[in-house]
């Protein structure tokens, strides 16, 4: 588990699952996964904001759940 990860130089992308109005956003750091098994998450209207740091099955499942929830 990685405490206190440096995510200055993070690159941010915004997931396809969030609203399009701007309600409901959150980003992810894709590279940053890929390079430490570690998935950033963080709300899009609060980027200074805390961070979520996911395992890798732990994404899937979030993933996963956002696929199967009915707006």
């Given at each position: 588990m990685i405490n206190?990860?440096?995510?200055?130089?993070v690159d941010w992308v915004?997931?396809?699952y969030s609203g399009p109005n701007g309600?409901?956003?959150i980003e992810w750091a894709p590279s940053y996964?890929?390079?430490h098994g570690i998935v950033p998450v963080r709300?899009?209207?609060h980027?200074?904001?805390p961070?979520?740091?996911l395992s890798t099955h732990a994404f899937a499942g979030l993933v996963a759940l956002a696929r199967s929830t009915e707006l």
């Open positions: 206190n990860p440096d995510l200055g130089a915004r997931s396809s309600g409901e956003c996964a890929s390079a709300d899009s209207k980027p200074t904001g961070v979520l740091t």
